[in-house]
């Protein structure tokens, strides 16, 4: 079993190499996600400064499944299936 505790920008990797390029705007919105809210503190989060990474972590995963969510529909082929599996951490 894989371990309990991740960092989301790993996940947001693993789950890059699973979607396919020609999925261009689910991979651009991660893209974004990434770079904007990741790599650097996005506006809405400067508040938070102070919080704890755990804390951080956790807001963020929200955020990326609400990403997957709107941007990957319905859950019918082999990708989505394994994006699913990476993302509950079951892959």
Known sequence: MPSSYRYVKDVIQRLLEVIPEDQTLLREKIIEFYDTTIKNVAPRHKYMWNQAPELMNSIYFEEL??????????????????LVKVFANEE
């Not at 609400?66 to 394994?82: A, C, F, M, P, Q």
């Open 65 to 82: 499944a609400y990403i997957l969510e709107e941007n990957s529909g319905v859950i019918d082929t082999d990708w989505k299936r394994t």
